[in-house]
T-cell receptor, first 114, second 111 residues
Framework: DAGITQSPRHKVTETGTPVTLRCHQT?????MYWYRQDPGHGLRLIHYSYGVKDTDKGEVSDGYSVSRSKTEDFLLTLESATSSQTSVYFC?????????????FGSGTRLTVV | KNQVEQSPQSLIILEGKNCTLQ??????????LRWYKQDTGRGPVSLTIMTFSENTKSNGRYTATLDADTKQSSLHITASQLSDSASYICVVSAGDYKLSFGAGTTVTVRA
């Protein structure tokens, strides 16, 4: 997926442990997003960022925090992982400065909380 | 509440045949509508994007239509190929960061 790298691609973690997922872009775009995707649901927005140190909550932000100290990196942290956070997490960037996501997603991180 | 409903949930077609996927939405205000293709284990990839004034948009064998009055869109796949097997997601934007995602239609193309 052009310009976006997510790491790790797969992770298994124990309930109660903190987990950090990383999204790295090479194209210097302003807007970045974290989504989760679960069977039977559409993608749901967790948090988004509109610049360095500028972030805001999406519709399913409880239990998650984010940080963006550099334009190219957007981190998603599960403060204390729970089984309900088992999901596939996607990072996306907007190629528009207006913030309308223009469709570039990463390959996803499959997270399993046991 | 902004909603995007897709139908059918899944379908199976024979290679070479055509199929049409449906998307109904209640998102307001409306900025644009996008169809994505998501292969298993991969992120969604944009196929088409349409604004309010556009009725149809093509990308190879994929043709999307939009009726903004009835708030309906369709994605037509012509002469299907095995590589078309994927999930197809309809996404409606209300502007800025607000996207509403459909749950997707899973298409299986069989030889």
């Amino acid at each position: 997926d052009a310009g976006i790298t997510q790491s790790p691609r797969h992770k298994v973690t124990e309930t109660g442990t903190p987990v950090t997922l990383r999204c790295h872009q090479t194209e210097n775009h302003r807007y970045m997003y974290w989504y989760r995707q679960d069977p039977g649901h559409g993608l749901r927005l967790i948090h988004y960022s509109y610049g360095v140190k500028d972030t805001d909550k999406g519709e399913v932000s409880d239990g998650y925090s984010v940080s963006r100290s550099k334009t190219e990196d957007f981190l998603l942290t599960l403060e204390s992982a729970t089984s309900s956070q088992t999901s596939v997490y996607f990072c996306a960037i907007s190629e528009s400065d207006t913030g309308d996501p223009s469709g570039t997603f990463g390959s996803g991180t499959r997270l399993t909380v046991v | 509440k902004n909603q995007v409903e897709q139908s059918p949930q899944s379908l199976i077609i024979l290679e070479g045949k055509n199929c049409t996927l449906q998307c109904n939405y209640t998102v307001s205000p409306f900025s644009n509508l996008r169809w994505y293709k998501q292969d298993t284990g991969r992120g969604p990839v944009s196929l088409t994007i349409m604004t309010f004034s556009e009725n149809t948009k093509s990308n190879g064998r994929y043709t999307a239509t939009l009726d903004a009055d009835t708030k309906q869109s369709s994605l037509h796949i012509t002469a299907s190929q095995l590589s078309d097997s994927a999930s197809y997601i309809c996404v409606v934007s209300a502007g800025d960061y607000k996207l509403s995602f459909g749950a997707g239609t899973t298409v299986t193309v069989r030889a």
